[in-house]
């Protein structure tokens, strides 16, 4: 009991200084998290069911759409693909289309029209399911979904796997034919 009347017991104030910061501080980083959820389109109900209780209202429309809607796809579909001209629709053409003869369904379908890559003559085409594209320097055209790759050389039909871009240097032998996808139909 002594040492505890000894010590000088004071009272605080309800709304201290480092209350005060502490509330500040959170206060910023609910509305910096607010904000960046807005802009970026993340959905953050937890910090908008705080803000209605609280009577923090959005009043302006700020997010945009995210996801798939049917709407948005119709739009989507009355628009030209990119590198393409008015009125054409994507397909693959000379080599890229002699490939996908070899390949098959792994090359998806074309999202966009080929295009030039390079001032070389290189052009590049996006697939639904990776990159289709033609090298004027080696003549091959090859498709890549970014593991898997095929091209179709002066050699004919090579297959292989990896990051590296370029074909294989060994080119096959006469009777040894490259492997086709197992997803060929």
């Not at 739009?75 to 628009?79: E, G, H, L």
């Not at 090359?107 to 966009?112: A, C, K, Q, R």
């Given at each position: 009991m002594a040492a505890y009347s000894r010590r000088i017991t004071r009272k605080r104030r309800p709304l201290s200084a480092e209350f005060m910061t502490l509330l500040v501080v959170l206060a910023a980083g609910v509305g910096t998290a607010w904000w960046a959820a807005h802009t970026i389109g993340m959905n953050l109900s937890a910090i908008q069911t705080v803000a209605a209780v609280l009577g923090i209202?959005?009043?302006a429309d700020l997010s945009r759409p995210v996801g798939y809607s049917q709407v948005h796809a119709q739009?989507?579909?009355?628009?030209a693909a990119p590198y393409c001209q008015p009125g054409q629709a994507p397909t693959f053409a000379n080599g890229l289309q002699t490939l996908h003869q070899q390949i098959g369904n792994v090359?998806?379908?074309?999202?966009?029209c080929e295009h030039s890559a390079s001032v070389g003559g290189d052009t590049v085409q996006q697939t639904s399911t990776g990159l289709a594209a033609y090298s004027s320097v080696t003549n091959t055209d090859s498709f890549t979904d970014g593991w898997h790759h095929w091209a179709l050389t002066p050699n004919g039909l090579v297959a292989w796997e990896g990051t590296d871009a370029a074909p294989p240097v060994a080119a096959p032998s006469?009777?040894?034919q490259a492997a086709t996808p197992s997803e060929n139909q």
């Open positions: 209202n959005e009043t739009a989507t579909d009355s628009t090359m998806g379908l074309p999202v966009e006469p009777g040894q």
